[in-house]
């Protein structure tokens, strides 16, 4: 098959159009610009609200992106500090039972038993 | 850059950006979002734009390259082919501009922007290589090799050409 000359190339590449921008293509808007801020706007307060304002709003719809290494890292070592802080703490025990001399009573009958030296293995 | 200004340059290149990124990725979403992204960057970092390095227009169409190729490199849309052992088979038959979009997206994406630039955007070799950020005779042989290329792929269309309009003795 013959290869098309420049002429007609270009001829054929011409056939080939572009639609061109849609026209609901919006047109990106700028920032309020300096000069149109508020004379008594102090320099200061507008950076400040500004900040504010963004850190409220990433804030409510904000994400980090962490590599998963470092985030399975993180977990880890959230895990161990929970672990270790539940093993040191010290086991609760019961509190002791208060003890009142009212029980004791005198011994009613005595029975002292010697045990000799013979016996002293029983 | 002013408010004025920067819709002057909007309304005067939208189309421009917009097409060449139409014709670089066949996408119309992707060519929107670009020709957004090229004229956001204009607006946020106007000072990146040197006048005294060339017109307005390549440097808008060389943002709207490297954001192309980011998207087709990200969407793997093509592999980087050899630009050298590249040699274009001839179409199957077809509507002539739809031959045209097929034969112009399977060239390798080096060889398409230099055409592109050139033949629809109206670009000269110098617009071009600033565009691509390359040597003039780089472009010159970029653009060399995708016409031959188109030239063997739309061999089909001179035949059917030959037919239509062939001379009745």
């Known amino acids: ?29 700028q920032r309020e610009p300096k ?24 804030f409510m719809t904000g994400s980090i992106r962490i590599p998963a290494p470092v985030g399975v890292a993180i ?10 802080r539940e093993a040191a703490r010290p086991v609760a025990t019961p509190a002791a039972k208060p003890v009142s001399l009212t029980d004791f009573q005198p011994v009613k009958q005595l029975q002292p038993r010697v045990i000799g030296r013979a016996n002293e293995g029983n | 850059m002013t408010g004025a200004e920067f819709k002057a340059a909007f309304d005067g290149h939208k189309d421009a950006v917009y097409n060449f990124a ?26 990146r734009y040197d006048p005294s390095r060339g017109a307005l227009r390549p440097f808008l169409l ?5 954001l192309a190729l980011k998207r087709l490199h990200q969407e793997s849309r093509w592999d980087v082919l050899d630009e050298e052992q590249f040699a274009a088979e001839p179409l199957e038959p077809a509507e002539t501009s739809e031959m045209v979009a097929r034969a112009v997206s399977e060239l390798p994406p080096l060889q398409r922007e230099a055409l592109i630039l050139a033949q629809y955007e109206e670009l000269s070799l110098e617009e071009i290589a600033v565009a691509v950020h390359a040597e003039v005779g780089t472009v010159k042989s970029r653009l060399f090799r995708a016409r031959e290329n188109l030239r063997r792929m739309l061999s089909p269309l001179k035949s059917r050409r030959s037919v239509s309009y062939g001379t009745i003795k």
């Open chain 2, 22 to 47: 139409w014709r670089m990725t066949g996408s119309a979403d992707v060519a929107a979002d670009v020709t957004q992204d090229v004229f956001l960057l204009l607006l946020r970092a106007s000072a």
């Open chain 1, 1 to 29: 098959m013959e290869p098309l000359n420049d002429k007609e190339l270009s001829q054929i590449l011409e056939q080939w159009k572009a639609p061109g921008a849609p026209p609901n293509l919006e047109m990106p808007r």
């Open chain 1, 35 to 58: 000069a149109a801020r508020s004379a008594h706007e102090g320099w200061w307060r507008v950076p400040l609200t500004r900040t504010t304002h963004s850190l409220c709003a990433w």
């Open chain 1, 75 to 84: 977990l880890i070592a959230l895990l161990l500090w929970v672990y270790s």
């Open chain 2, 62 to 66: 060389g943002v709207a390259r490297n």
